[in-house]
């Protein structure tokens, strides 16, 4: 070696020998465990981040941030391990990719499998009243519930209508001024519905204001 660091008195080789080719390209496990890995991996955490809640990843506290960051350096070696060919790395990444393609046909085609894989929306507030069971299910403390409220330009409780955790994290907020479901304007789904008569809140919704006026 000379002081540059390449073979002294010989030819240098700009290309990889046979052997160091099929070192970069070819997976040192066979294929078949390329695959396993990443999709027992995908299925673990996809169990334990449905059982953890519902959040948005611009709603994670710094906690919550590093245990994502955590998670993802912790399963690396389990979905790779030591290999750093190519193949052995495009493998599980493109695993990884199939199987969120599957389960997205899977959950849009079947709505039980989307209960299953997703969960369903939860009703935090029903005309003014805050429905702390369901707060509480779902870890959504009263004070992050108001700074959602104030986001959309609401100051006090009673000017809810309904307020709803989607499945995807995100809390939607119907005013208490908004037309009343049932109408063709209706936004509210059967599944509000079923929820407000689980948590016995009212047997049913109330009729529009002025409705008497207008049937007179």
């Not at 540059?4 to 030819?11: A, E, K, M, Q």
């Not at 245990?67 to 493998?91: F, Y």
């Not at 108001?146 to 955790?165: N, W």
């Amino acid at each position: 070696m000379n002081e540059f660091g390449f073979p002294s008195g010989g030819s240098m080789e700009f290309f990889p020998s046979p052997a160091e080719w099929a070192k970069i390209f070819l997976p040192e496990s066979g294929i078949g465990e390329r695959i396993l890995r990443p999709t027992v991996v995908y299925l673990v955490l996809l169990l334990a981040l449905r059982m953890s809640g519902k959040r948005e990843i611009g709603q994670l506290s710094p906690f919550d941030f590093l245990i994502v960051v955590l998670i993802a350096d912790a399963v690396q070696n389990g979905m790779v391990g030591d290999d750093t060919s190519l193949l052995g790395n495009l493998i599980p990444a493109l695993t990884l990719i199939g199987l969120s393609v599957i389960f997205d046909r899977i959950t849009f085609r079947s709505e039980k499998a989307a209960r299953v894989v997703e969960g369903q929306p939860s009703l935090l507030i029903y005309e003014g009243r805050l429905i702390e069971e369901n707060c509480r299910r779902e870890t959504v403390a009263r004070e992050e519930l108001m700074a959602t409220l104030r986001k959309h330009g609401i100051a006090s409780l009673r000017e809810v209508r309904f307020a709803v955790l989607e499945t995807a994290g995100n809390v939607s907020v119907i005013r208490s001024d908004a037309p009343i479901p049932g109408s063709e304007d209706d936004t509210v789904s059967e599944m509000i519905y079923e929820q407000v008569r689980k948590a016995d809140l009212r047997d049913r919704y109330d009729p529009p204001r002025g409705s008497d006026k207008q049937n007179d």
